[in-house]
Nanobody, 119 residues
Framework: VQLQASGGGLVQPGGSLRLSCTAS????????WGWYRQAPGKQRELVAR???????TYADSVRGRFIISRDNAKNTVYLQMNSLKPEDTAVYYC??????????????WGQGTQVTVSS
């Protein structure tokens, strides 16, 4: 199983980006997805999470600006980021929790994608 994240880049303040993360391999199901971020010198923090039933939670710092969604048929999670601020600059990581394969149920992480918000 591999998680491949994409969609990061350089954007001006107030701009938007859409991150994607796809899990590949022989996957039966994924319980929940999450997006985390880590800025230089800071700890990794949870940005947003979405359950199998579609319920989502957000960090206070991004609520109302970011939207997490998932496509179960494609084993993919998205993070639509709007009204971006310089403080959103970080490496963003996707997380698949309760990922079920024929062998086990485990947690997987993507490789990270850089988001830089700067003028």
């Amino acid at each position: 199983v591999q998680l491949q994240a994409s969609g990061g880049g350089l954007v001006q303040p107030g701009g938007s980006l859409r991150l994607s993360c796809t899990a590949s391999g022989r996957i039966y199901s994924i319980n929940s997805w999450g997006w985390y971020r880590q800025a230089p010198g800071k700890q990794r923090e949870l940005v947003a999470r979405i359950t199998g039933g579609g319920s989502s939670t957000y960090a206070d710092s991004v609520r109302g600006r970011f939207i997490i969604s998932r496509d179960n048929a494609k084993n993919t999670v998205y993070l639509q980021m709007n009204s971006l601020k310089p403080e959103d600059t970080a490496v963003y990581y996707c997380n698949a929790d309760g990922l079920r394969t024929i062998a086990a149920i485990s947690t997987y992480w993507g490789q990270g994608t850089q988001v830089t918000v700067s003028s």
